[in-house]
């Protein structure tokens, strides 16, 4: 069946740009709302393992409302540039900036970030890089502008959740979440796009390479909540 959202299995940046511009304004709202508050744990738990030094410099890539950027900036002295394509979800973000002068706000695509080689002493990706167009070509990017040694953390969801509560989180993923987040966000198609989306993610293994292939080294892999979602810290050589 045809949909008016974008193709999971190729991930075109602009349609995939209108669908979150269009959610925009309930996003932060269907996040907890979905998660059951979990996503801010999620966030203190990635944030703690990138370890932000204060008076350095770090990404929040895919950054949408800024609430990882505010999580990194809890650390005194720790300047944050956050960067997303949807300039809808960055206004958002603008609010929560309260005239913070050490957040930036940048519009940017993944795939062609606008900053110089070594720009960043670290950086963090929330929940976005199931939605790069190329997924390869944007870790690699990610890597040019880290400095040498800078630390990076991925938190995201995984291919498949296994265990015990495997299959009821799935039944939920899959048909509970979209119903939900429809209703709510108004968006028909949105909500289905997530559960496709990770359908169509590398695999635990396969991701494992990819970050390899892209000049990083692997620190930490583990997954949260029941495997709900994984966390990955890796450090560019």
Request: with cysteine; proline share 4%; net charge positive.
């Given at each position: 069946?045809?949909?008016?959202?974008?193709?999971?299995?190729?991930?075109?940046?602009?349609?995939?740009?209108?669908?979150?511009?269009?959610?925009?304004?309930?996003?932060?709202?269907?996040?907890?709302?979905?998660?059951?508050?979990?996503?801010?744990?999620?966030?203190?738990?990635a944030a703690k393992a990138l370890a932000p030094e204060a008076g350095k410099l770090y990404l929040d890539l895919c950054c949408g409302t800024g609430d990882f950027a505010l999580e990194l900036m809890k650390r005194e002295g720790v300047k944050v540039v956050g960067v997303d394509f949807s300039e809808e979800m960055l206004r958002i973000a603008?609010?929560?900036?309260?005239?913070?002068?050490?957040?930036?706000?940048?519009?940017?695509?993944?795939?062609?970030?606008?900053?110089?080689?070594?720009?960043?002493?670290?950086?963090?990706?929330?929940?976005?890089?199931?939605?790069?167009?190329?997924?390869?070509?944007?870790?690699?990017?990610?890597?040019?502008?880290?400095?040498?040694?800078?630390?990076?953390?991925?938190?995201?969801?995984?291919?498949?959740?296994?265990?015990?509560?495997?299959?009821?989180?799935?039944?939920?993923?899959?048909?509970?979440?979209?119903?939900?987040?429809?209703?709510?966000?108004?968006?028909?198609?949105?909500?289905?796009?997530?559960?496709?989306?990770?359908?169509?993610?590398?695999?635990?293994?396969?991701?494992?390479?990819?970050?390899?292939?892209?000049?990083?080294?692997?620190?930490?892999?583990?997954?949260?909540?029941?495997?709900?979602?994984?966390?990955?810290?890796?450090?560019?050589?």
């Amino acid at each position: 069946m045809k949909t008016n959202g974008p193709d999971p299995g190729t991930r075109r940046g602009g349609e995939v740009r209108l669908m979150f511009s269009a959610i925009a304004p309930r996003y932060d709202l269907l996040n907890h709302l979905l998660s059951l508050n979990i996503d801010r744990y999620w966030r203190k738990k990635a944030a703690k393992a990138l370890a932000p030094e204060a008076g350095k410099l770090y990404l929040d890539l895919c950054c949408g409302t800024g609430d990882f950027a505010l999580e990194l900036m809890k650390r005194e002295g720790v300047k944050v540039v956050g960067v997303d394509f949807s300039e809808e979800m960055l206004r958002i973000a603008e609010g929560k900036r309260s005239g913070r002068s050490a957040l930036k706000l940048a519009a940017g695509d993944a795939l062609s970030l606008p900053f110089k080689d070594g720009s960043f002493d670290g950086g963090t990706v929330a929940f976005g890089i199931r939605n790069f167009e190329k997924l390869e070509e944007g870790m690699n990017e990610i890597c040019r502008v880290m400095k040498k040694g800078a630390g990076f953390v991925v938190l995201e969801f995984p291919h498949k959740v296994g265990g015990v509560l495997g299959p009821l989180f799935n039944f939920y993923f899959r048909n509970i979440l979209p119903l939900i987040g429809r209703l709510i966000s108004k968006d028909s198609f949105a909500y289905t796009y997530l559960p496709e989306s990770v359908g169509h993610f590398p695999a635990d293994e396969e991701l494992k390479e990819l970050f390899a292939r892209c000049g990083f080294e692997l620190l930490s892999f583990r997954k949260l909540t029941f495997g709900i979602v994984f966390e990955a810290a890796i450090k560019k050589r």
